[in-house]
């Protein structure tokens, strides 16, 4: 029998092109650059010298303003749509060779490199990487602040877990533009009960041609059609901040900028905490903010925001309540990315309600931060006990436990070796 980190490895060889791993074989054929950070995690454990590798390939990617963008266009002959003609990036001054998206996603490289680095000491691949992860979240800070608070907001749902339903509102507000131009690839492969709408796709390509008509770079936010302060990017860009700030002093460089960063974000976040939900609320730029009852609510726990009262509440009244993200006697399997409770949540589509690995691995490294081993244990048991039991997934259904979206997919895999650590 194959154990199951055996299993993991396979799967990171086979969607490994050479330059990079594809998220998933069918689906996502090019390189996104959250996949590879967390892919780079899991070959911390493995082979590190390839994690390396991966982090300096989606680097490859960044603009001259220091931005890491969401997709690199690697030169291949796949089928993927819409692919580099929609973004267009060769037209955008500071645009790299290689073909890219204009945006960007949750920063997770810093903390990849610090995993790596942990496992495998190189300071000679820290000196070459700082430099451009720093200049990366410095773009985030001068292009995305929206209101002085240190938090940055996201100009298109694929900067974060883009079919949530959070987003729907201000999706709602937006012209969805003329039918699809092209035929959409990842409905050749997954069902379309677990992918977003042809209305949800439209909405994002009218996003895109707006951004695509300013080079991707408004004069002001005010000028987005989609504004967004979302907690997941903005917890993960915290603990990026902390981590570049540890990277920095292992080389010797000055790390105030992203100390204070990281302390910044922290205050900011602190004050979403809602004390009748136990979770944290999150908007539009432009409207209120409101527990959305989707799992971002969740995530400053991965930041360590929480104080320890506060922790143990979100964790047994949200994160493992069964009526909301926990498991329950009809839905075994947690952690749900929408609250069972939300009038919005389907157990089948995307961002929409299954469970996701990467998810579950915040929100492990989150009960780790806060103090709650135990619980941390419990999640984390479980999740392996679904891969063990499902594979290698995007997604799983809450109930039946069954594998949504594509197959073998590389961050699952890889987040696995991490969990398995
Ligand atoms: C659009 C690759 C990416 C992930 C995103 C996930 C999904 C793309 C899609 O797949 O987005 O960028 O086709 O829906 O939402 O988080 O990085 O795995």
């Known amino acids: ?48 010298a390839r994690g390396r590798a991966e982090v300096r390939s989606l680097l490859r990617g960044r603009w001259a303003d220091g931005m890491v963008p969401h997709i690199v266009f690697h030169p291949q002959d796949v089928q993927y749509s819409p692919g580099p003609e929609l973004w267009d990036s060769a037209r955008c001054p500071g645009a790299p060779a290689l073909p890219t998206s204009g945006i960007t996603q949750p920063p997770v490289v810093a903390t990849a490199v610090r ?33 002085g608070t240190g938090l ?30 092209f035929t959409r ?38 000028e987005a ?34 100390r204070t960063a990281a302390a910044r974000l922290r205050a900011a976040l602190r004050e979403r905490w809602d004390e009748g939900a136990a979770a944290y609320r999150e908007g539009d730029v432009r409207g209120e903010q409101t527990v959305t009852g989707t799992v971002a609510d969740l995530f400053p726990l991965y930041a360590g925001v929480p104080d320890e009262r506060q922790a143990r509440r979100l964790f047994e009244e949200s994160l493992w309540s069964p009526e909301r993200f926990g498991p329950s006697k009809e839905a075994p399997w947690a952690v749900t990315t929408v609250a069972k409770s939300s009038r919005d ?32 244990d419990g999640l984390r048991g479980l999740t392996l006990e679904l891969v063990e039991r499902s594979g290698f997934s995007e997604y799983y259904h809450p109930s039946t436990g069954a594998p949504l979206g594509s197959g073998d997919f590389s961050w699952s895999a890889a987040l696995t070796l991490d969990l398995l650590h």
């Open 1 to 48: 029998m194959v154990s199951l980190a055996d299993r993991a490895v396979e799967v990171l060889r086979r969607n490994d092109t050479g330059s990079f791993v594809k998220p998933g074989p069918l689906v996502y054929p090019f390189q996104w650059n959250w996949d590879s950070a967390l892919v780079a995690i899991g070959f911390a454990w493995v082979d590190p």
């Open 115 to 147: 995993t790596l680095h942990e496992a495998d000491p190189d300071l000679r691949f820290l000196e070459e990487i700082v430099p451009a992860v720093d200049a990366w979240h410095r773009w985030l800070h001068e292009e995305r602040s929206p209101d």
């Open 152 to 181: 940055v907001a996201i100009l298109h749902p694929w900067e974060s877990a883009d079919n949530a339903p959070r987003f729907d509102a201000a999706l709602a507000r937006i012209d969805s533009g003329d039918p699809l131009s």
């Open 185 to 222: 690839t990842d409905r050749q492969h997954a069902e379309d009960a677990e992918r977003p709408t042809d209305l949800d796709y439209r909405r994002y390509i009218a996003i895109v041609e707006h951004l695509r008509l300013h080079h991707y770079r408004l004069s002001s936010i005010e």
């Open 225 to 258: 059609l989609f504004a967004y302060i979302d907690l997941c990017f903005n917890a993960v860009l915290t603990v990026a901040e902390s981590d570049l700030a540890w990277l920095c002093g292992e080389i010797g460089a000055d790390s105030e900028r992203a």
């Open 345 to 376: 949540f389907d157990a089948c589509r995307y961002w929409r309600g299954p469970v996701w690995i990467n998810v579950n691995w915040f929100l492990v490294r989150g009960l780790e931060r806060c103090g709650l081993a135990a619980e941390a």
